[in-house]
């Protein structure tokens, strides 16, 4: 069965130091060490996952002031092993023209996806009207967002969260911009803790709202969602990893014990995503 990870950061230096004082908290809400790899081992870790990889940039110069894991770094990456499907583009809304300059560079010229928002570590709400001429211009170039929902471990346990406020990842920012520009196509990522009933809600509500399951074990998974799943959401469900948060095998594995059907599985993994995106 062909399995498409949404949702795979790079983990290489690069990516260790775009994040500034946010690794060490990582490590503490995943009890283990984060630690960088090289570029030839990330890629064997998808090979031997078998899995067909979408990078994700992360760029978080205007709110920790660090080198961004930037665009042409992860189409360069996504450019030179074939497991490396196609890549999310990262950019920061608070810098107006710019961000919407780079949007277009990253379609136009790098042919990227589309683009993953993290508005928690951004600082922003999705749904924020002086941000609505960066929608625009996504929305009239014809591609995908992604964007992360519920709570984070960056920044979980720091004083203040480092200045990051959950709020801003709340599902109805989703809502009201899926409201407002419904052509757009919206990825919502991770099972939006602690408010998955309202991000339910949201996928099932707005027609160009979908939802992947990245950064989450899924044996955790509420029982309601659980069923709805293989329900209501079956079509609008996607797999993520959110690697390398969660290994792979350990993340097959449960999904693989929820019960699911093989015709439900091939909707998850792959059909989905496909038939949304493009893939």
């Given at each position: 069965?062909?399995?498409?990870?949404?949702?795979?950061?790079?983990?290489?230096?690069?990516?260790?130091d775009?994040?500034?004082?946010?690794p060490?908290?990582?490590a503490?809400?995943?009890?283990?060490?984060?630690k960088?790899?090289?570029?030839?081992?990330?890629v064997?870790?998808?090979?031997?996952a078998?899995?067909?990889a979408?990078?994700?940039?992360l760029?978080?110069?205007?709110?920790i002031?660090?080198v961004?894991?930037?665009n042409?770094y992860?189409a360069?990456?996504?450019?030179?092993?074939?497991?490396?499907?196609?890549?999310?583009?990262?950019?920061?809304?608070?810098?107006?023209?710019?961000a919407?300059?780079?949007?277009?560079?990253a379609i136009?010229?790098?042919?990227?996806?589309?683009f993953?928002?993290?508005p928690?570590?951004?600082h922003?709400?999705v749904?924020?009207q002086r941000?609505?001429?960066?929608?625009?211009e996504?929305?009239?170039?014809?591609?995908?967002?992604?964007?992360?929902?519920?709570?984070?471990?960056?920044?979980?346990g720091l004083?203040?969260?480092?200045?990051?406020?959950?709020?801003?990842?709340?599902?109805?920012?989703?809502?009201?911009?899926?409201?407002?520009f419904?052509?757009l196509?919206?990825?919502m990522?991770h099972?939006g803790y602690?408010?998955?009933?309202?991000?339910?809600?949201c996928?099932?509500h707005?027609?160009?709202?979908?939802?992947?399951?990245?950064?989450?074990a899924?044996k955790?998974?509420p029982?309601?969602?659980?069923r709805?799943?293989?329900?209501r959401l079956?079509?609008?469900v996607?797999?993520?990893?959110?690697?390398?948060s969660?290994?792979?095998?350990?993340?097959?594995?449960?999904w693989?014990?929820?019960?699911?059907s093989d015709?439900?599985?091939?909707?998850?993994f792959?059909?989905?995503?496909?038939?949304v995106?493009g893939?």
């Amino acid at each position: 069965m062909r399995k498409i990870d949404l949702h795979c950061y790079p983990n290489t230096q690069r990516w260790i130091d775009s994040q500034g004082p946010y690794p060490e908290a990582l490590a503490a809400y995943w009890h283990r060490e984060w630690k960088a790899k090289t570029e030839e081992e990330v890629v064997e870790e998808f090979q031997a996952a078998g899995i067909d990889a979408v990078l994700v940039a992360l760029d978080l110069r205007t709110t920790i002031n660090t080198v961004p894991c930037d665009n042409d770094y992860v189409a360069g990456m996504r450019d030179r092993h074939d497991c490396i499907i196609q890549a999310w583009g990262a950019i920061e809304p608070a810098l107006g023209q710019m961000a919407i300059d780079e949007a277009k560079h990253a379609i136009h010229d790098l042919k990227m996806l589309g683009f993953h928002f993290h508005p928690i570590m951004q600082h922003f709400s999705v749904d924020d009207q002086r941000y609505y001429p960066l929608w625009e211009e996504i929305n009239a170039m014809k591609v995908p967002v992604m964007i992360d929902v519920g709570m984070t471990g960056m920044g979980a346990g720091l004083p203040g969260g480092h200045g990051a406020k959950t709020r801003h990842a709340h599902p109805a920012s989703i809502d009201n911009l899926a409201a407002d520009f419904p052509n757009l196509t919206i990825i919502m990522a991770h099972p939006g803790y602690p408010w998955i009933d309202e991000t339910t809600v949201c996928a099932l509500h707005k027609g160009n709202v979908f939802w992947e399951m990245s950064g989450w074990a899924p044996k955790y998974l509420p029982e309601a969602l659980k069923r709805d799943i293989r329900g209501r959401l079956k079509d609008k469900v996607m797999f993520g990893s959110d690697y390398p948060s969660i290994p792979h095998d350990r993340l097959f594995k449960e999904w693989g014990e929820l019960g699911y059907s093989d015709e439900m599985l091939e909707k998850f993994f792959h059909g989905n995503a496909e038939r949304v995106l493009g893939l």
